[in-house]
């Protein structure tokens, strides 16, 4: 079956801090250092996620969904400012221009209100606007964000070793303090053809967006290094790939990873950022869960200190889907990020700089 590869994480989670490169740890590597170079895609066993933890998710999050857009605006994201946490409704957020038909809640690294990233109104940084109906979400949130974060880290050891680097180069040199982003999506069923028109009323739709799309989120790559995804039994997701898109399974107690622009950037095209997108045909609401485990904030972006037996070509500007360079830019990952993000809710961050 034409899927992305499916990896069993189990040594590198299993792993202790210093402990010898085992075998068990090095064939798990190549595995990955094959689905970066190939697909950008993988889906992950033995993570060791209590099953418990995205149940009690799961069932917080429809909870939350299933109010009005009334109470649920209560934590709405203008409230968060450049914060950028909080919910929004369907259309509200863009994907290649186009509004996205899905809501969600947005959350990140909770951060007290007198911590000094806050008190500095670096953007992207603050406490977290979770909803008093259900007051589980928020714990729940924050439970899911710890065991997913770890998760990212093994990934990240493992690419380390396939890339020829000590397995903690990653927790050293960029992600010692990782920019963690957590999005909770609920997608409205749609049956329409993807070029279609709207129908003449839909409940769903943004104010803003007049035709809707059906996709629930359009063709696009993600910005940083990985996104750890899990997902309800709806499926949706798919994945371009040579010769046309791929649908990607939805299985219980299996995460997908996908590479994003950063990490293509930085191994020089070796590991690639795939196109991607969603639509939700299954009738019913399709939650997702991606968490986005990319670099320190102040972290600096350069090439990798690595070289590759049998490098890939990097890819050219014109063959992505945006037309843009991710190996063009010099900075912060911070600063790369707050451009990026700036794009997607622009009335949001109309008052942070370009």
Known sequence: MNVPPLVDIGPLMSASHGSPVSPARRQVS???????GTWGFFRITGHGIDPALLRNLDGQARNFFARSD????????????SAWRG?????????????????????????????????????LHGPNLFPDHPDGLGPAAIDWMEAVTEVGHAIMSGLAIALGLDPHWFATHLTADPTVLFRIFRYPPDTR???????????????????????????????????????DDNGGLEVRVADGWVKVPAEPGVMVCNLGDMLEAITAGRYRSTLHRVRNTSG???????????????????????TADDPATPPTTSARWDGADPAAWSGTYGQYLTAKV?????ELFSSVGP
Not at 30 to 36: S, V, Y
Not at 70 to 81: D, F, L, N
């Open 30 to 36: 190549d595995a990955l250092n094959e689905a970066c």
């Open 70 to 81: 009334e109470e649920k605006s209560q934590v709405a994201m203008a409230k968060a400012g």
């Open 87 to 123: 919910w929004f409704p369907v259309g509200a957020e863009l994907t290649s221009g186009r509004p996205d038909r899905k809501e969600g809640l947005y959350i990140g690294t909770e951060l007290p209100s007198d911590d000094p990233r806050v008190l500095a109104q670096l953007p």
């Open 193 to 231: 053809p993807p070029d279609g028109p709207a129908p003449a009323t839909d409940a769903d739709a943004h104010p803003n967006a007049a035709t809707p799309p059906a996709w629930g989120v359009a063709e696009h790559t993600d910005y940083g290094l990985l996104t750890l995804l899990a997902q």
């Open 284 to 306: 019913r609401s399709r939650l997702s869960f991606p968490l986005f485990f990319d670099p320190s904030w102040d972290a600096q972006v350069r090439p990798l200190p690595i």
């Open 342 to 346: 700036a794009r997607v809710f622009p």
